[in-house]
């Protein structure tokens, strides 16, 4: 059977066939394809599909190098998210390909999550609920967010919206970003500092960077053990940015006093991880941005994009500008 080709190839899990962005697409006079594991098809039709697609609306699955070698007629990656990690960036960039994300769609879904991580955490709600169902009434001791610091380590769109958040608790707020918005800052009440000094004074550590080489691994052994004894870390943005080993050492030893993550370095997490059998931290699924608003403005707006861009229009959100510098 020969491959059905496409105009858009789409591998976003949570956009399917007859649904509104496919509609959308459709209405453009774009043929799609979804195809959310790109990496078990047989090889021959993989190579086929990517050399005829003219767009990719890309979730996570990775788009490796040699994906792209194969993707002649490419004119543009779309990641619905803001993470784009998945997707060999040079490569793209060598071949004047643009890689877009859909920045702010998922915004105030991960935000909520910080807080959903962070009180589960902070007030012990999951220990509470086992020990519940298995019988036990056991009154929990928790602490309150109200009068603690938060310190935020990325103050982009994401970071700002848990300030915002944050000030609702009653949190002090101290920040650091390499690009740090002053007038923000200023209008939120939220305190600079260096690195370090955020992680001294944090009694709640919140991550919310991009992860490349400078940043991986940024939250190893000595940084936790620069951290208070108590203070709890969550991480929504990339399970690199943590050293998970060490980690799992702090927690268990008493360097910190436990930690929230929806993001590893391998996902899905192994069930073998000691990240799911270390008590004091808290695991969820890489659902901080899965809402239906984010996923909803998410996929509108890869949409928009890919619509624009293969319309001969410039596309909008993109990560690696140095692609127009290639002759085309």
């Known amino acids: 059977m020969a491959t059905e080709l496409a105009d858009v190839l789409i591998t976003t899990t949570f956009l399917h066939p007859e649904d509104e962005v496919d509609r959308t697409l459709r209405a ?4 799609t394809r979804h195809e959310p594991d790109l990496a078990s098809l047989p090889a021959s039709e993989r190579n086929r599909l990517l050399s005829e697609t003219r767009a990719i609306i890309a979730g996570t699955t990775p788009l490796t190098a040699e994906n792209l070698a194969l993707a002649e007629r490419l004119e543009i990656i779309v990641r619905t998210g803001v993470g784009y990690d998945s997707v060999d960036i040079a490569t793209a960039t060598d071949r004047g390909i643009p890689v877009c994300i859909t920045a702010g769609a998922n915004r105030q879904a991960v935000a909520e999550h ?25 009154q929990l001791t928790g602490r309150e967010l109200r009068g603690s610091t938060l310190g935020i380590l ?9 300030a915002e958040i944050a000030a609702g608790f009653g949190m002090e707020i101290v920040a650091y970003d390499p690009y740090f918005d002053e007038a923000f800052a200023t209008a939120r ?21 991009s992860l490349d080489d400078s940043t991986h691994n940024l939250i190893n052994a000595d940084r936790m053990q620069a ?68 996923r909803g403005d998410s996929g ?13 229009n410039a596309p909008r959100f993109v990560v690696n500008p140095g692609y127009e510098k290639v002759s085309k």
Request: proline content about 4%.
């Open 300 to 312: 509108r707006m890869a949409a928009a994009n890919v619509i624009d861009a293969l319309g001969g």
């Open 189 to 209: 009440g939220v305190r600079r500092a260096e690195l370090d000094e955020v992680l001294a004074q944090s009694d709640f550590l919140t991550l919310h960077l």
């Open 154 to 162: 990325g103050l982009g769109s994401i970071g700002k919206a848990v």
């Open 114 to 138: 910080v807080f959903a991580l962070m009180l589960a955490i902070a007030r012990r709600v999951p220990e509470n609920i086992g020990n519940l169902a298995e019988g036990t009434w056991q």
């Open 28 to 31: 453009a006079g774009l043929s």
């Open 227 to 294: 951290m208070k004894p108590d203070a709890i870390l969550v991480n929504t943005a990339r399970g690199g940015i943590v050293d998970e080993d060490a980690l799992v050492h702090a927690v268990r030893n008493g360097v910190i006093g436990g930690a929230a993550l929806d993001v590893f370095a391998t996902e899905p997490l192994p069930q073998d991880s000691l990240l799911l059998h270390t008590p004091g931290i808290l695991a969820t699924t890489h659902v901080a941005g899965a809402t239906r608003e984010a």
